[in-house]
């Protein structure tokens, strides 16, 4: 079946700096990935749906130059999380369609927990 | 819009009973519907879904679920429930057209009792 990576799988940094989470289709090339923010105990909340080529489109009251998305490439894209303070720690997950297939199904990554001191 | 519902946070069971989680969604026209599981501290596995045809739909790890079209439901079942399944499980609904993503219900926590 499709598979999804996501790197690193967990980070921890000071407050104000930067982090950057890949997401990788590993046997399929997607044009259209999705990132989604977990809170503890809570679902999945939707921030941007990544399209190859072209801006991501972001949720309503997500703030996009907090959260960078690039797809440059047809199997990978990136979360760079912006200036991170201590509430944007949260599991990060990122998921992908394979173009045609049956359903709309979403194959997810790993996640990644970021953790702000 | 289009909304999914998962009305109990928690459902506990002991083990060798069966289980069932529930769903129910909101979406115009004919579906796709999905349950995904998750583990501690990972991401999300498929287990099954409903794309069409038979409603009812076998999937992963001895689980099934039932399209209910009058009820707009998709309970996921599964006849005999096993320790290892203790896990949040969540049902997602996608609208057939369009490239829109999945849209999630809050999870259920199942908790099975040895």
């Not at chain 1, 999380?81 to 199904?105: L, Q």
Request: proline share 5%; net charge positive; with cysteine.
């Amino acid at each position: 079946g499709a598979v999804v990576s996501q790197h690193p799988s967990w980070v921890i940094c000071k407050s104000g700096t930067s982090v950057k989470i890949e997401c990788r289709s590993l046997d399929f090339q997607a044009t259209t990935m999705f990132w989604y923010r977990q809170f503890p105990k809570q679902s999945l909340m939707l921030m941007a749906t990544s399209n190859e080529g072209s801006k991501a489109t972001y949720e309503q009251g997500v703030e996009k130059d907090k959260f960078l998305i690039n797809h440059a490439s047809l199997t990978l894209s990136t979360l760079t999380v912006t200036s991170a303070h201590p509430e944007d720690s949260s599991f990060y997950i990122c998921s992908a369609r394979v173009p045609g297939g049956a359903g709309n199904e979403q194959f997810f990554g790993p996640g990644t927990r970021l953790t702000v001191l | 819009a289009q909304s999914v519902a998962q009305p109990e946070d928690q459902v506990n069971v002991a083990e060798g009973n069966p289980l069932t989680v529930k769903c129910t969604y909101s979406v115009s026209g004919n579906p796709y519907l999905f349950w995904y599981v998750q583990y501690p501290n990972r991401g999300l596995q498929f287990l099954l879904k409903y794309i069409t045809g038979d409603n009812l739909v076998k999937g992963s790890y001895g689980f099934e679920a039932e399209f209910n079209k009058s009820q707009t439901s998709f309970h996921l079942k599964k006849p005999s429930a096993l320790v290892s399944d203790s896990a949040l499980y969540f049902c997602a609904v996608s609208p057939r057209t369009g490239n829109t993503p999945l849209v999630f219900g809050k999870g259920t926590r199942l908790s099975v009792i040895a």
